[in-house]
């Protein structure tokens, strides 16, 4: 299961993401942040209680970090150590954080 919180002020989309990030519930997720992203040029991906993230849960990063042009434009805040440590498996650290 994933929560997804999100919050608009000026042109930052702020994301809180709770749970599970899997193929089960990566679609829902990327279909709701493209939408709320309409109109924004920040994000702020939220995952402090994220637990856990598949290759499909990387996929919907690695999606997002590509649609945001500029690298300053995305940060990922408040990351598990379970799910830091899949960025650093994967190689995605220095991409995505």
Known sequence: ?????????GSTLTVHLEGKLDRNT?????ERINSDMEGM????????K???????GLRVLVGL????SDRQN???????????EVFELTGL???LI
Request: charged share 30%; no cysteine.
């Open 1 to 9: 299961m994933l929560n997804i919180i999100t919050f608009k002020k």
């Open 26 to 30: 990566s679609e829902e997720a990327e």
């Open 41 to 48: 040029t920040k994000l702020i991906l939220d995952i402090e």
């Open 50 to 56: 994220l637990n856990y993230i598949s290759s499909a």
């Open 65 to 68: 970090r590509r649609k945001i």
């Open 74 to 84: 995305m940060a990922i805040k408040n990351v598990q150590p379970s799910v830091m």
């Open 93 to 95: 650290t220095k991409y």
